[in-house]
């Protein structure tokens, strides 16, 4: 009887090891989407960046020609 035991045990286990794995993988999928994300939103910050210190030059070139 120990043996059935086993194996109704071990029948149960698998299928919550394999939901298991699939919730670690949906993890790891969001977290990988939302790493990508930050990543855009970072790259997007420094283009805003680039070009705010680009118009902060043109300006202080203007008011200097203007002089």
Same mark, same amino acid.
């Given at each position: 009887?120990?043996? %059935? %035991? ?26 990988? %989407? +939302? ?6 939103? +970072? ?13 902060? +030059? ?10």
């Amino acid at each position: 009887m120990g043996k %059935e %035991e086993n194996k109704e045990n071990r029948i149960e286990y698998l299928p919550s090891s394999a939901k298991n794995r699939k919730n670690v993988s949906d993890s790891f999928l969001s977290l990988s %989407e +939302q790493k990508l994300e930050l990543v855009k939103l +970072q790259k997007l910050s420094l283009e805003m960046d680039i070009e705010h210190k680009k118009n902060v +030059q043109i300006n202080k070139y203007s008011s200097l020609k203007s002089w």
